[in-house]
């Protein structure tokens, strides 16, 4: 929608959009990204096993278990804590609508460093270092992608169901930004242990398992 002028010959302030959209949208992102990362999961052929157990070949499979879990806990609270998001609003405008197409971005790209780390995962020492920074730096970049969707809803009061407390915001801005700092430091581990930096990833979902939101939503 694009600003129109009154009868008056004013500008009238610029249109806002519901939310019902932007949450329907993006559930069928969050949908397609987290079903993407069950295609990763092999069934070993009995041709392949080279003499080996069918438990055996299983086991082998073990980074993608990993993997797999991880990622799909993190997207499911990544859609946990947007649709928490999406609560706080009325309505929202054209640049919190790009906002969410960057997280929606970085989701819907989890699905190659998942499948790149739990290939190489247990591969030789270069390679999975390689892998293991590219599957953090995408977990940063969907923490700034996150951020900054928070800051584009919240940002203007009168979109709001509520005026959110200043204190409210600070904590809420506060917890955000420990994550965020947590998320930039798996770069680092990455290069010392692919293994413990996935294993972080699965401790920062926890983390996030819990309404950071909680303190930003005032009662109604």
Do not use: K
């Amino acid at each position: 929608m694009n600003d129109t002028a009154s009868p008056t010959g004013a500008s009238a302030p610029a249109a806002d959009f519901s939310t019902s959209r932007l949450e329907a949208f993006s559930d069928g992102v969050f949908a397609i990204a987290i079903t993407l990362l069950v295609l990763d999961l092999n069934v070993p052929e009995p041709e392949g096993l080279g003499g080996r157990s069918l438990a055996s070949a299983l086991a082998h499979q073990w980074p993608a278990y990993f993997a797999y879990l991880v990622s799909f806990l993190v997207i499911g609270i990544i859609w946990i804590n947007h649709h928490a998001m999406c609560s706080l609003a009325r309505r929202v405008d054209r640049r919190t609508l790009f906002a969410n197409l960057g997280l929606l971005l970085t989701v819907s790209v989890i699905p190659f460093p998942t499948r790149l780390l739990a290939t190489y995962l247990v591969a030789r020492h270069e390679d999975a270092h390689t892998a293991a920074a590219v599957y953090a730096a995408s977990m940063v970049a969907m923490s700034i992608a996150f951020s900054l969707l928070f800051l584009a809803f919240t940002r203007d009061a009168r979109t709001l169901h509520t005026p959110v407390p200043p204190e409210a915001m600070r904590a809420a801005r506060r917890r955000f930004g420990i994550g965020g700092l947590c998320y930039l430091a798996t770069v680092g581990l990455a290069f010392l242990s692919p293994v413990a930096m996935l294993a972080v990833h699965a401790l920062m979902a926890l983390y996030y398992c819990f309404d950071q939101l909680a303190h930003a939503r005032p009662a109604r």
